[in-house]
């Protein structure tokens, strides 16, 4: 995923660049292309076969915020040294990744409630992806959450 958000759309990038194995790399892309993650595009050099690009589909451009939040994450927490690369915007200005309301007010972990909608309350939400025990875990938001010492100044 990162590779693609720098600009990789061949699977000769995508190898070369993560550097890893020509199978592992076929697998990756598969499965994030079945995933709906990329689509796959033919494009034809001259006097070449016919080869793909994967390309993000909207989908995969949505992750975006969340490859580099990750990267932002092993940037201050992971590397002593400081970071291996600086992301910033087109005109260089660092750039930083959080949580803002629709007025851009960042917010943190304490600032932010999870709600359920109204049609779910006493059941929870139906989706696979949600245990029993996170489905009653949702119903019990009124419940106070406890304070957290900052672990920044």
């Given at each position: 995923?990162?590779?693609?958000?720098?600009?990789?759309?061949?699977?000769?990038?995508?190898?070369?660049?993560?550097?890893?194995?020509?199978?592992?790399?076929?697998?990756?892309?598969?499965?994030?292309?079945?995933?709906?993650?990329?689509?796959?595009?033919?494009?034809?050099?001259?006097?070449?076969?016919v080869?793909?690009?994967?390309?993000?589909?909207?989908?995969?451009?949505?992750?975006?915020?969340?490859?580099?939040?990750?990267?932002?994450?092993?940037n201050?927490h992971?590397?002593?040294?400081?970071?291996p690369?600086?992301?910033?915007d087109?005109?260089?200005?660092?750039?930083r990744?959080?949580?803002?309301?629709?007025?851009?007010?960042?917010?943190?972990?304490?600032?932010?409630?999870?709600r359920v909608p109204a049609g779910?309350?006493?059941?929870?939400?139906?989706?696979?992806?949600?245990?029993?025990?996170?489905?009653?875990?949702?119903?019990?938001?009124?419940?106070?959450?406890p304070?957290?010492?900052?672990s920044r100044?």
């Open positions: 995923m990162r590779e693609a958000f720098y600009g990789a759309t061949r699977f000769d990038q995508f190898a070369r660049r993560v550097g890893i194995t020509d199978a592992v790399a076929s697998a990756r892309l598969k499965e994030l292309t079945e995933a709906g993650i990329f689509t796959k595009v033919p494009y034809q050099e001259p006097g070449q076969r080869r793909y690009e994967y390309l993000l589909t909207d989908m995969g451009r949505d992750l975006f915020p969340v490859v580099m939040s990750l990267m932002q994450w092993g201050e992971l590397q002593p040294d400081g970071p690369l600086t992301v910033t087109t005109s260089r200005n660092p750039i990744v959080g949580v803002v309301t629709g007025e851009q007010e960042t917010l943190g972990p304490d600032d932010v409630e999870v779910l309350a006493e059941s929870g939400p139906r989706s696979p992806f949600y245990s029993a025990a996170v489905r009653r875990s949702l119903v019990l938001t009124n419940s106070p959450r304070q957290r010492p900052s100044p």
